[in-house]
């Protein structure tokens, strides 16, 4: 399995930019069953999904981050990002990548 390390997150205000990395020790399609993806946490709720993307570059995002998040990935499979536009303190939580395992995630602060 692939070891994860996220960064990219910190304090923004509402309608910032912030774009997260997601660093993998091997490519993230070979060795999870399930599509790699961002999940997020915000505080006293569930982890929820934000986005995935497929070996092909399909992606599927949750409804409350369409239009505004874009998940890619680069050529070698070793590196993921989530591009996080027009952010909403709604947005505010950490955020973990996914490929088989976790990674302890980065904190998101969408806040004036």
């Known amino acids: 399995q692939v070891q994860l390390v996220e960064s990219g997150g910190g304090l923004v205000q509402p309608g910032g930019s912030l774009r997260l990395s997601c660093a993998a020790s091997?490519?993230?399609?070979?060795?999870?069953?399930?599509?790699p993806g961002w999940y997020r946490q915000a505080p006293g709720k569930e982890r929820e999904l934000v986005a995935t993307?497929?070996?092909?570059?399909?992606?599927n995002y949750a409804d409350s981050v369409k239009g505004r998040f874009t998940i890619s990935r680069d050529n070698a499979g070793k590196t993921m990002y989530l591009q996080m536009n027009s952010l909403k303190p709604e947005d505010t939580g950490v955020y973990y990548c996914?490929?088989?395992?976790w990674g302890k995630g980065t904190l998101v602060t969408v806040s004036s």
């Open positions: 996914k490929s088989g395992n």
């Open positions: 091997g490519n993230i399609f070979i060795f999870s069953i399930d599509d």
């Open positions: 993307i497929t070996r092909y570059g399909r992606t």
